[in-house]
């Protein structure tokens, strides 16, 4: 009989202060099997890191490493908050800090090569002999690495058989795939892979599985998201090499759950790195501003920021508004949190128009955002804000000019602002696209414009 054990987690989203009790779970788990002498892996699915967490943007992700190597991952999973939110440079800047692997086989770089430290495959050996062959995937978002970040990605199901298929070469027993790809999609992958994989440890889709699911002879497993749960699953081949049973468990962080004290010390320790960055003075404000006045304010930013005719922003962009007084770093990251590209785009008159008109309709301003980088997530949208577009009875001016219905205008805005479909104002399709700046966001822009001031508000 030959038996493997697989603890596992997926989907953090950087929720430190739940983590750090997670972790005493994960530690107790840890030391339970070593004492029986049980073969194990500690894995992660992936999106372990979230930038919009001030902690893990301003340690560029190292608290997260740090976190999990101190707990003796043996491999992590590569997610879109890994993935889509870190450039290339910032990648491979953090695998070689990394001491816990990150495998990934789908996705590579432009030039067909591994990204950064990434590795495509991992083989290990485990105490008591056991050879294990990890693999990786992570949920190419409809071609958009490809498109949008110049990276090389491959089809998912037959880059995990070439992999496995090298790895059972080098002497792997077992083949386990990290997926960030959703609990559907595995399910899908799992029939293709049957007779291929062992397992699959899932993640991105946050699903709660109580129990492990065997599909097509191929085990799959997920613990939902954001530390609630730590996954727990327990494999058995018989001589002949058949599965002949696999038990799993969801163990559930509760109220009782305690503070895993090498784990708090690594959190405080990276919070402490982060305070003189929290606390810098970007300007001082002479009186307190709303939240309306802070979003006309974004919108004003991005004007600028493009040296655009037209600044326009949505109202889900400011979770509020800043107190009279110092405005710190850390006051506006918390304020501005959702994970917008700034972007440019032309318009015609006939859009602004429409725009405004929409925008009265204040049904409009409570449809609610989900993912694509909102932060937090399930928010109203809010209403429309302009930066140099007046209405009154006189009419609708551009900068003191009257608007011109068939003119095109150049905005600076957000990216969620060319997509009509997506925040449900008709009158923005139609805008010609002119530039999209990745892994620069709103409140990036608005920091950097407060940082240029002379002049004190």
């Given at each position: 009989m030959q038996t493997l054990t697989i603890l596992h987690t997926n989907d953090l989203h950087a929720e430190y202060d739940v983590w750090v009790r997670l972790a005493s779970l994960i530690r107790q788990r840890q030391s339970a099997l070593r004492a029986a002498g049980e073969p194990f892996l500690l894995l992660d699915g992936g999106d372990h890191l979230d930038i919009s967490?001030?902690?893990?943007?301003?340690?560029?992700?190292?608290?997260?490493?740090?976190?999990?190597?101190?707990?003796?991952?043996?491999?992590?999973?590569?997610?879109?908050?890994?993935?889509?939110?870190?450039?290339?440079?910032?990648?491979?800047?953090?695998?070689?800090?990394?001491?816990?692997?990150?495998?990934?086989?789908?996705?590579?770089?432009?030039?067909?090569?591994?990204?950064?430290?990434?590795?495509?495959e991992l083989l290990l050996t485990l105490e008591g002999g056991l050879t294990i062959g990890l693999a990786g995937l992570t949920d190419p978002i409809k071609g958009e690495y490809d498109r949008i970040w110049g990276y090389s990605t491959s089809d998912s199901a037959a880059s995990i058989r070439a992999a496995?298929?090298?790895?059972?070469a080098q002497g792997a027993e077992r083949i386990v795939v990290l997926s960030h790809e959703g609990y559907a999609r595995d399910?899908?992958?799992?029939?293709?892979?049957?007779?291929?994989v062992d397992i699959i440890v899932g993640a991105h889709s946050h699903t709660v599985l109580p129990e492990p699911e065997l599909v097509a002879g191929v085990v799959i497993v997920q613990a939902g998201s954001h530390g609630r749960y730590?996954?727990?699953?327990?494999?058995?081949?018989?001589?002949?090499?058949?599965?002949?049973?696999?038990?799993?468990?969801?163990?559930?962080?509760?109220?009782s759950t305690p503070i895993d004290a090498g784990q708090a010390q690594i959190l405080a320790a990276g919070r402490e790195r982060c305070e003189a960055i929290y606390e810098e003075v970007l300007t001082v404000l002479d009186k307190p501003l709303s939240h309306d006045e802070v979003v006309t304010w974004t919108a004003e930013v991005m004007r600028d920021f493009y040296e655009a005719e037209i600044g326009l922003m949505i109202g889900a962009v400011a979770t509020g508004g800043f107190p009279a007084g110092p405005l710190t770093f850390r006051a506006v990251f918390e304020t501005l949190r959702s994970?917008?590209?700034?972007?440019?785009?032309?318009?015609?008159?006939?859009?602004?128009?429409?725009?405004?008109?929409?925008?009265?309709?204040?049904?409009?301003?409570?449809?609610?955002?989900?993912?694509?980088?909102?932060?937090?997530?399930?928010?109203?949208l809010g209403k429309l804000y302009f930066a140099g577009v007046t209405e009154?009875?006189?009419?609708?001016?551009?900068?003191?000019a009257p608007l011109d219905l068939d003119r095109w205008y150049k905005v600076g805005t957000g990216e969620h602002l060319f997509y009509g479909k997506t925040l449900g104002y008709p009158s923005l399709n139609g805008s010609r696209a002119l530039v999209?700046?990745?892994?620069?966001?709103i409140r990036d822009a608005f920091i950097a414009a407060l940082r240029k001031q002379q002049v004190m508000i």
């Open positions: 967490v001030p902690e893990c943007l301003l340690t560029a992700g190292q608290l997260n490493m740090d976190l999990l190597a101190e707990l003796g991952y043996h491999a992590s999973g590569v997610g879109n908050n890994e993935l889509a939110r870190l450039t290339e440079a910032q990648v491979t800047a953090l695998t070689a800090y990394s001491p816990v692997p990150w495998v990934l086989t789908n996705v590579r770089d432009g030039q067909g090569q591994g990204i950064g430290e990434v590795h495509t496995a298929a090298r790895l059972r399910q899908e992958l799992a029939r293709e892979w049957s007779g291929v730590l996954g727990e699953v327990c494999l058995e081949w018989d001589a002949d090499g058949a599965l002949v049973a696999a038990r799993g468990l969801l163990h559930p962080l509760t109220e994970l917008i590209c700034v972007t440019s785009f032309e318009m015609q008159g006939r859009q602004i128009r429409g725009l405004l008109e929409e925008n009265r309709d204040t049904t409009r301003h409570e449809h609610r955002l989900f993912g694509n980088g909102m932060r937090p997530k399930n928010i109203p009154d009875e006189q009419g609708i001016t551009v900068n003191g999209v700046d990745d892994f620069m966001y």
